[in-house]
């Protein structure tokens, strides 16, 4: 088939409408906006909110210490559920897991509108797709269509596709589609892809508690030196957790860092998640967050390292990290395993990017979930083989 065709022909036929249809995501009828939820999602949602214009006038939780305090640099009032559910001429959006319970606070509620689209669709329209708003119909195609030029195979294509179409996909379509036609297994050492020896140097960025690492050792996979960095101090304490279980050949050769990967060395807020963490606002380290934390740039960082591979899952600040690492990279070309889903632009600047550090880079592109999520570009030299 003729991906890359049929791919520009759903860029042409459907961008426009799938801008119109965010833009509706923004339309309030009534002059007051509350966000239900001071968690990651609503600050989420304030900051995409905030940057196309729109004025959140109040934040609501049904924690009682969050009840008077001020959230967001710009520190926007937290009122009590008791305040808002009078309050009159106000539209509310329920940023929050707890969907059912707040939906019950709200289901007589007369003073406006309770907006409650699904969770993961609040957070695919304001982090994943937000940013196509910024980008033309014809700049997206000539994007893509450069991109569909550095695919090395057909399953890259056919998998580029698909990512595409699922920007235009209603949420039943995209519930009921399953990717399991493009699915690949070994998440960041695909076979035929990319090939770790004994002497390699690993650098594990978005380290998690040590599970991409405990998988590797699982598929018998032997390195030099392995580079481990988390934001999230729990994640990291669980990595420590980790290491300590390992044989003591293992702990000699990896080091862990309690520090974040970006384009520079600064101090950011963040929000520390069950799995994950995420830096809310990359152009204000004064963002809102529940947990503070350290950002180094790699190229500063390793000075000096010859690194034979980069991994990246970093929730969406790869492309800012790769930036910070582009010195690295164009001196050692290593292997790179970079998470390309959190954000739809991430599809072809990733990738691009990473062309422009090395003009002798192959890519692939692979899908290693039954989902939209989990999508990886691997950029391999192939004198690197074996690496």
């Given at each position: 088939m003729n991906?890359q065709q ?18 509706q995501f923004r ?6 906006l509350?966000l239900w939820g ?5 600050n989420?949602?304030?900051?995409y909110l905030k940057?196309?214009g729109?004025?959140v006038?109040?934040?609501?939780d049904n ?11 710009d520190?926007?009032l937290?009122k009590?559920?008791?305040e808002v559910l ?5 539209d509310?959006?329920?940023?929050s ?6 939906g019950?606070q709200?289901a007589?509620?007369?003073?406006g509108?309770v907006?409650?689209p699904?969770?993961?669709m ?7 797709l937000g940013?196509l708003?910024?980008?033309s119909k ?8 450069k991109?569909?030029?550095l695919?090395?195979d057909e399953?890259?294509k ?6 595409i179409?699922?920007?235009?996909a209603?949420?039943?379509?995209m519930?009921?589609?399953h990717?399991?036609?493009?699915l690949?297994?070994?998440q960041?050492?695909p076979?035929g892809?990319?090939?770790?020896r004994?002497h390699?140097?690993i650098v594990d960025?978005g380290?998690y508690c ?6 590797f050792l699982d598929?018998?996979?032997?390195f030099?030196q392995?580079f481990?960095?988390?934001l999230d101090r ?5 990595f420590?957790d ?5 044989t003591?050949?293992v ?6 860092y309690?520090?974040g990967v ?12 069950k ?7 990359t152009d ?6 529940n ?7 790699l190229?500063?960082h390793?000075?000096d390292i010859?690194?034979s591979y980069?991994?990246?899952?970093i929730?969406?600040t790869?492309m800012?990290a790769?930036k910070?690492?582009?010195g690295l ?6 292997d790179?395993a ?5 954000k739809?632009?991430d ?8 062309a ?10 692979r899908?290693h979930?039954?989902c939209?999520f989990?999508t990886?570009c ?5 004198e690197?083989?074996?690496?």
């Amino acid at each position: 088939m003729n991906y890359q065709q049929m791919t520009l022909e759903l860029i042409e036929l459907h961008y426009d409408g799938l801008l119109s249809r965010i833009r509706q995501f923004r339309e309030f009828r009534n002059k007051t906006l509350v966000l239900w939820g001071t968690g990651a999602i609503g600050n989420i949602l304030y900051h995409y909110l905030k940057k196309y214009g729109k004025v959140v006038d109040f934040f609501c939780d049904n924690n009682p210490e969050m009840i008077g305090s001020r959230i967001t640099t710009d520190a926007i009032l937290c009122k009590s559920p008791e305040e808002v559910l009078k309050m009159k001429g106000t539209d509310i959006i329920i940023a929050s897991t707890n969907i059912d319970e707040i939906g019950l606070q709200l289901a007589n509620y007369q003073g406006g509108d309770v907006i409650t689209p699904p969770v993961d669709m609040l957070v695919f329209v304001s982090l994943i797709l937000g940013d196509l708003e910024q980008q033309s119909k014809q700049f997206v195609i000539n994007q893509v269509s450069k991109l569909f030029q550095l695919l090395d195979d057909e399953i890259s294509k056919e998998t580029l596709y698909f990512k595409i179409w699922g920007w235009f996909a209603s949420p039943l379509e995209m519930k009921q589609f399953h990717y399991n036609t493009i699915l690949t297994d070994k998440q960041y050492i695909p076979d035929g892809i990319i090939n770790i020896r004994d002497h390699s140097t690993i650098v594990d960025c978005g380290a998690y508690c040590g599970d991409t690492l405990k998988f590797f050792l699982d598929q018998g996979i032997h390195f030099n030196q392995y580079f481990a960095y988390e934001l999230d101090r729990d994640n990291y304490e669980r990595f420590l957790d980790f290491i300590d279980s390992c044989t003591e050949e293992v702990k000699e050769k990896v080091t862990v860092y309690n520090l974040g990967v970006g384009e520079s060395k600064g101090t950011f807020h963040y929000f520390s998640k069950k799995n994950s963490s995420l830096i809310l606002d990359t152009d204000d380290n004064n963002a809102n967050g529940n947990s503070v934390g350290e950002i180094v740039d790699l190229t500063h960082h390793l000075k000096d390292i010859g690194i034979s591979y980069i991994k990246m899952d970093i929730e969406g600040t790869e492309m800012l990290a790769l930036k910070g690492a582009a010195g690295l990279i164009k001196q050692n070309v290593p292997d790179c395993a970079i998470c390309i889903y959190h954000k739809a632009t991430d599809l072809w600047e990733i990738p691009l990017f990473l062309a422009s550090c090395c003009s002798k880079y192959k890519f692939h592109i692979r899908q290693h979930a039954d989902c939209y999520f989990d999508t990886v570009c691997y950029a391999t030299k192939q004198e690197n083989a074996g690496r």
